[in-house]
């Protein structure tokens, strides 16, 4: 896994070269879609730890995911959401962040309601 997030950072290096501008509104909801991701990241880690209360809903990590599958998912999964944004253009990449935002806040509230806090 770590060999595909070199890679990754490798594929990102020559997105300024292509990408379009970005507005204050784009960096605004960027950094809020990677906040509540960051808050749902913890959240799983926390689901690791208490894995005998909780288990994990995402079909790609399975019901009980190890530390290291969730870091590299969480990992690779922000930065495809930045290269995903960056290769959009207005009107395209507002939409996708805010749809975005709004998938993620609705599953780190439901973590939360559930009792999931965040576990660095």
Do not use: K
């Not at 997105?15 to 749902?40: I, M």
């Not at 998912?73 to 935002?101: M, V």
């Amino acid at each position: 896994m770590n060999r595909w997030l070199l890679a990754l950072c490798f594929f990102l290096i020559p997105l300024p070269l292509w990408a379009g501008e970005w507005t204050q509104s784009d960096v605004a909801f960027e950094a809020a879609y990677l906040s509540l991701h960051v808050l749902d990241w913890g959240q799983t880690l926390n689901i690791v730890a208490e894995r005998h209360i909780f288990n994990e809903q995402n079909p790609v990590l399975g019901h009980h995911p190890s530390r290291e599958q969730v870091n590299t998912y969480f990992a690779l999964t922000a930065l495809a959401h930045i290269a995903i944004a960056n290769w959009l253009d207005t009107p395209a990449r507002t939409y996708f962040q805010l749809i975005t935002i709004g998938l993620e806040a609705a599953v780190a509230g439901n973590n939360y309601r559930i009792g999931l806090r965040t576990a660095f």
